[in-house]
């Protein structure tokens, strides 16, 4: 189901949360609301969700004004970061929990419980109790328990922000294969950029309660609108009046080839890749992303001098920032 939020403003006492925000997610698609603590994801998540009343503006659900009505017959499901699974039933029992409160036979409980089961690839665990999975087997659950009652919209608010960085990826990878079997409009808030990048085909970047770009990941990261927009989505270093990328420095040993002068901090080897961190002559950081051969060409080690030039450098005027 489509989703289109229509300047939504949302104050919390003098605190302006959510400022005239406007958005359309198409069905079927899955968003990335992208931004630092504060900016305004959550709210705008619950606001979709039916959890937090908009103080102006509207939410419809595939066209139709749901902005009164209670979360309960938004046809929404939501899954939090710290997800509240009822301890002393199975995760069978927990999946089947919406679809008994629904009234819904125990046969077709039972064939959509393992149907969800074996989706989420806990169909081995169902007899087992939440204390003894995973943190990730237990977001697992909450997505299955989430999608048995056939949500038109799944919200998903940091679903992997308490798990640790290897679980966090493999989980990434899971909800994309995921999102492409059940198509479901899907939502979920990160203020993880990779996150962002790896799993979303759109991302709204939001800052102080407004949206600052919406886009594709590599519209994003490419062309982006503004100098936070740049900043927050993906490295970059400040060099001169412009914003650059650290792929796109150019490190040269010949100081006839134009550049910055530059000493040789530290040299990283992370498998195809190589980071140069600089620093300059007022000693301000920088960072450049060189190719292993490029490396070995160079030869870098620490204190050695380069000289640093910039491929595409991004200026932006002020009101941009």
Do not use: C
């Not at 079927?28 to 900016?39: E, N």
């Not at 908009?54 to 710290?82: C, M, N, Y």
């Not at 309660?209 to 740049?230: C, S, W």
């Not at 040299?267 to 195809?272: D, S």
């Amino acid at each position: 189901m489509s989703i289109n939020v229509q300047a939504v403003t949302k104050d919390f006492g003098d605190f302006t949360a959510l400022d005239n925000v406007s958005l359309d997610v198409r069905d079927g698609s899955l968003t990335a609301l992208l931004g630092p603590s504060g900016g305004g994801k959550s709210t705008l998540l619950r606001v979709i969700a039916g959890l937090e009343e908009p103080d102006a503006g509207r939410v419809l659900i595939s066209g139709e004004d749901a902005t009164a009505e209670p979360a309960r017959k938004r046809g929404v499901g939501f899954v939090f970061q710290h997800y509240a699974a009822f301890k002393h039933m199975t995760v069978r029992d927990n999946v089947a929990f919406g679809l008994k409160i629904r009234k819904r036979s125990r046969d077709e409980i039972r064939a959509k419980v393992d149907e969800l089961l074996d989706l989420v690839h806990l169909e081995g665990f169902a007899k087992r109790y939440p204390a003894q999975l995973s943190g990730g087997q237990r977001q697992r659950m909450a997505l299955a328990r989430a999608l048995a009652v056939e949500p038109r919209v799944l919200l998903l608010d940091e679903p992997f922000g308490a798990l640790d960085a290897t679980v966090r990826k493999e989980l990434r990878a899971w909800l994309r294969r995921l999102h492409d079997e059940v198509n479901v409009t899907t939502i979920f808030v990160t203020h993880d950029q990779e996150e962002a990048m790896e799993v979303a085909e759109q991302i709204v970047v939001l800052n102080h309660g407004k949206i600052e770009q919406v886009g594709a990941p590599r519209d994003l990261y490419e062309m982006p609108t503004n100098e936070f927009v740049m900043s927050f989505v993906g490295p970059v270093n400040r060099l001169g009046d412009g914003l650059v990328r650290p792929h796109d420095l150019v490190l040269s040993r010949d100081a006839g080839l134009g550049g910055i002068e530059a000493m040789v901090s530290r040299v990283v080897h992370l498998g195809f890749e190589v980071r140069v961190e600089l620093t300059l002559s007022d000693s301000s950081p920088l960072s450049a992303q060189i190719t292993r051969e490029e490396a070995d060409e160079l030869e870098l080690h620490a204190g050695d001098i380069v000289y640093v030039r910039s491929e595409r450098p991004r200026v932006f005027s002020p009101h941009q920032s």
